[in-house]
């Protein structure tokens, strides 16, 4: 249905309206502690539905809207200007986000499923939203499915998405999981709303519309499929609970972190798995873990080597811990920093940084200064003391404030355990 997705009839909800009533529920019980939201609208049937369904429902909070154009078809810029009109109709302010593409390499699609999360987030961080809805249904649950096992993902990936998640520094929810895209549909044909109708929704090209059209050839059961990912997410959370158990003892200090080497070597393979994972992002601060083959190796190494280096980080098992800390020549290489007008720098998103002056700059500290700074006194390990923060003027190093403290500067790390249980129980 290509009409344009403007205002419905009437915002009134009536009594016997079983997807607004059923949403609603999902809502307060996801949001309803949450006095601004963001809603993502593509302008389709899903995303329209929910805008509308929210707006019934969310009468008294702060709701906007934000479209991304990834400048992908020629129609997307006149698809977000009927975006920005349906929204606007109903009081919601809207705005439009734009891509553009830093290089042609890699998978286009993820590469513009990754930027639309990332522009949706810092939209929602500058207006201090709560939390961003998205419009995925029970049939994107299904096919996520199908399109994970084709891939041999194991049980996290089996679980399907989650209602709630953290990325980006934002909370993402999914209200509507629980609905099937044709229930939406006729809500909203029912209502008189339109929507857009994607074309590349047709592209064969692409793996989830390939997924799509087996499950209606095939006459697979979209509820059943997604009541597998519900089987499989209650796995999940008992893995997850085992790896909490298994991290007993723990010790986060200076942005890297110490397990338990015994309990660690004790756990079955999985429970080393996820450990390991949780550990390399704590260290590294990235958005999205190793790829498994890639674990599994260095779990295998870590029984034969003196230490494994994946993703920036060092895994070295030393006495009775698992050591894991940042990697020297990642630290090189992450981008020196200066500070802004309060004197503070974020750096190699581990380290927080405060004192600084105009004119110094943070970067990684390096090796070829350690022997000057008595770094053994530090306690730190030497590859460990190298990939610390320094501050520098210019060639100069000013300081060395995790080797030497100085009372000037103040230096925490961005992350603690709490954030690494958090990464154990991310979905």
Known sequence: MASDPGPSRTEDTPPNDPVARSI??????????????????????DSVALMHLVHGWGQGRVLMAATVDHGLR???????????????????????????????????????????????????????????????TLDDQAETLLMRLARGSGVDGLAGMAETRSAFGMRWLRPMLGLSRAELRGWLTGRGVGWIDDPSNENEDYDRVRIRKALAL?????????????????????????????????????????????????????????LLVAGLRFVSGADYPPRREAVLHALGALARAPR??????????????????????????????????????????????????????????????????????????RDEAAATPGIWQGDDLIAAPLLKPQPEYAVRSLRGLPEFRALLYTH
């Not at 439009?96 to 810092?122: F, I, K, P, V, Y």
């Not at 990684?364 to 000057?372: C, K, Q, R, S, T």
Request: aromatic content about 4%; proline content about 5%; glycine content about 10%.
């Open 24 to 45: 609603g529920h999902v809502l307060t019980r996801l949001a309803g502690d949450m006095p601004r939201l963001g809603i993502a609208l593509s302008g389709g049937g």
């Open 74 to 136: 020629p129609e997307a810029a006149d698809e977000a200007r009927q975006a920005h009109r349906a929204a606007t109709a109903l009081g919601i302010p809207h705005a439009t986000l734009l891509w553009q593409r830093d290089s042609e390499a890699g998978n286009l699609m993820a590469a513009a499923r990754d930027a639309r999360l990332r522009l949706l987030a810092g939209w929602a961080q500058r207006n201090n939203l709560d939390a961003v809805l998205l419009g995925h």
């Open 218 to 274: 095939l006459d697979l059961p979209a509820r059943q499929l997604s009541q597998t990912g519900a089987n499989m997410a209650m796995a999940r959370d008992a893995l997850q609970d085992f790896a909490i158990q298994v991290a007993d003892g723990t010790e986060a200090r200076n942005a890297g972190l110490k397990l338990p080497l015994t309990a660690f070597r004790r756990a079955p393979l999985e429970i080393r798995r996820r």
């Open 308 to 381: 494994v280096t994946l993703d920036g980080v060092i895994a070295e098992p030393r006495a009775d811990w698992l050591h894991l800390y940042r990697e020297p020549a990642a630290a090189l290489r992450a981008s020196p920093v200066m500070a802004d007008a309060d004197g503070v720098a974020l750096w190699d998103g581990r380290w927080h940084i405060s004192g600084l002056v105009p004119g110094q700059q943070v970067r990684a500290l390096g090796h070829d200064l350690l022997p000057e700074l008595n770094w053994r006194a530090s306690g730190l390990l």
